[in-house]
């Protein structure tokens, strides 16, 4: 059943480093919009090894928990349940409490990314590239397992990396095919290029991208835009953001945890650029 708006809940973000997140800003802005006057979203800075006494403080006030790194896939042994998605890439980020007691872990960033593009106008793709093979790249082969029909070229620096990545495309059913990371000018010329990499990664790219590109979809947020999405933008490309990415996913999460449905991704993303602007 979902909470009333007299319910005093709780949630919260946990992480670390955690003092830089976005979350308590969307959500919160979430609740105003909802009428939820008595929720409450905070952050914690918690590490793998404080987590499980965590989550043994926990009270019957608590509604969910959205998770970050590095406890992503710290949190899994501590959930009673764990969706498909968030087994499909081994990684939780949100845990919501069910009224039963349960703790049922999923992924919303996968589905974030889908619903990501799917605002820009892109249902599917013939083939897509993706830079970089860390945690974040594998939910977006996950996410492109969803609307990609044909080939991923993933671009990373290591023969390991590179395993990695094509182990990943075979549990998640997609063509994976990897080059080396000095080739990655090659990659700006797909139908989607997802960058999954940290900030400056990609700054070296920006000049080789083409006079008509497509789309681009940068993970970063802040600082934005990045080299890469300037020069991108410049030329026309579409170009999707990571605060599109976590205000879609944010707004999963808060239609999870809440039980109200639609979430206001307006007033989100709003709270979320507001918030940026003020860094």
């Known amino acids: 059943m ?17 003092a830089h997140s976005l979350s308590p800003v969307l959500h ?9 006057a008595d929720w409450s979203y905070e952050r914690f800075e918690v590490d793998e090894k404080a987590l499980p006494g965590f989550f043994e403080d926990l009270g019957p006030e608590w509604a969910g928990l959205s998770l970050t790194m590095p406890l992503k896939r710290a949190v899994m042994p501590l959930v009673d349940e764990i969706s498909e998605t968030a087994a499909s890439v081994e990684a939780v980020n949100t845990v919501v409490f069910t009224e039963d007691g349960r703790r049922v ?12 593009l799917r605002e820009r106008g892109i249902e599917q793709v013939d083939s897509a590239a993706v830079l970089g093979a860390g945690a974040t790249a594998s939910s977006a082969l996950a996410a492109l397992a969803r609307i990609c029909t044909g080939e991923v070229v993933a671009y990373v620096r290591s023969k390991e990396r590179a395993a990695e990545m094509r182990q990943w495309g075979e549990r ?3 063509e994976v095919r990897t080059e080396d990371w000095a080739d990655a000018e090659q990659a700006l010329r797909a139908p989607l290029v997802i960058a999954t990499t940290p900030a400056g990664t990609t700054d070296a790219l920006a000049a080789a991208v083409p006079e008509r590109p497509a789309t681009l979809f940068d993970v970063l947020y802040d600082p ?12 026309g490309g579409a170009v999707v953001s990571g605060l599109d990415l976590l205000v879609h996913q944010a707004v999963l999460q808060v239609e999870r945890m809440t039980g109200r449905t639609p979430a206001p991704l307006g007033a989100m993303r709003t709270a979320g650029e507001h918030a940026l602007a003020a860094r």
Request: proline content about 8%; glycine content about 12%; cysteine-free.
């Open 28 to 36: 919160r802005a979430a609740y105003r919009e909802l009428g939820l």
């Open 2 to 18: 979902p909470a009333r708006a007299t319910d005093a809940r709780r949630a919260a973000v946990l992480g670390s480093p955690i």
């Open 172 to 174: 998640l059913g997609i």
């Open 105 to 116: 872990g999923d992924n919303t960033d996968i589905p974030g990314m889908v619903a990501a």
């Open 224 to 235: 934005w835009p990045t080299d890469l999405a300037a020069r991108w933008s410049g030329y």
